[in-house]
Every structure is written in C-alpha cells, then in structure tokens.
C-alpha cells in the first residue's frame, strides 16, 4: 500500500500564506497524475490543484496566482504553495492521485483517503 500523510494546515487571517505538504511511503509521484482536493464545509471535494508526472500544472480558477502545487520525488513529498489566503479557501486539504487507482513501482491501488489537514482562513 502507498501511504499519503498530509500536514502543514492551520488558522490564519486573510491574505496570509500556508505550506502544505504530502509525504508519500512510495514513489507515488513518478507513477500518478496527483492532485490537492479541498472539501469545504458542506461541500464536496473538489480538486483545487493538480500536476502530471510530466509536471504540468492545472488550477481551479478561484486558485490561480496564489496557489503552485509541485512534487519533489526524491523526498516523495508534494507541497501546495497557498498565499493571498481567503476565508473561501477554508476547508479539508487531501492529496490524492487524481483517479480511482494509485500505482508505485510496481502495483496498483485501490485509492483511499486520508485525514487530510485543515486549513481556515478567518476575515
């Protein structure tokens, strides 16, 4: 099984910064199109940010120019950059392969979600 750990949310005011991280056990970011979701209070999950094994990138539009996700596969960890926070950014942040299955090296996986880590924003 590939373990995502995700960590660096918390209460900030608006217009602050967060870094977020996700610590993978495997080389999950060779393999898998990844992807921060955010589910919002009484919403959905929704992702917010996403990057390829090629390394390009995709953001939801209320995101753009304050959100870079990125990937470093010798530390399998990928990061969300979030600055000009917004109280509409407020929610659960899970990373996550961006489709039903994650793979490493050498199999496939069932994805499954983690704890994720909260961020709020306050006006």
């Known amino acids: 099984q590939v373990q995502l750990v995700e960590s660096g949310g918390g209460l900030v005011q608006a217009g602050e910064s967060l870094r977020l991280s996700c610590a993978a056990s495997?080389?999950?970011?060779?393999?898998?199109?990844m992807g921060w979701y955010r589910q919002a209070p009484g919403k959905q999950r929704e992702v917010v940010a996403s990057?390829?094994?090629?390394?390009?990138?995709i953001y939801v539009d209320s995101v753009k120019g304050r959100f870079t996700i990125s990937t470093d596969s010798a530390k399998n960890t990928m990061y969300l950059q979030m600055n000009s926070l917004k109280p509409e950014d407020t929610g659960v942040y899970y990373c996550?392969?961006?489709?039903?299955?994650?793979?490493?090296?050498?199999?496939?996986?069932?994805?499954?979600w983690g704890q994720g880590t909260q961020v709020t924003v306050s006006s």
């Open positions: 495997r080389n999950t970011f060779i393999y898998n199109a």
């Open positions: 990057i390829t094994t090629d390394g390009s990138t």
């Open positions: 996550n392969c961006l489709t039903g299955i994650l793979r490493d090296s050498s199999s496939y996986y069932s994805r499954s």
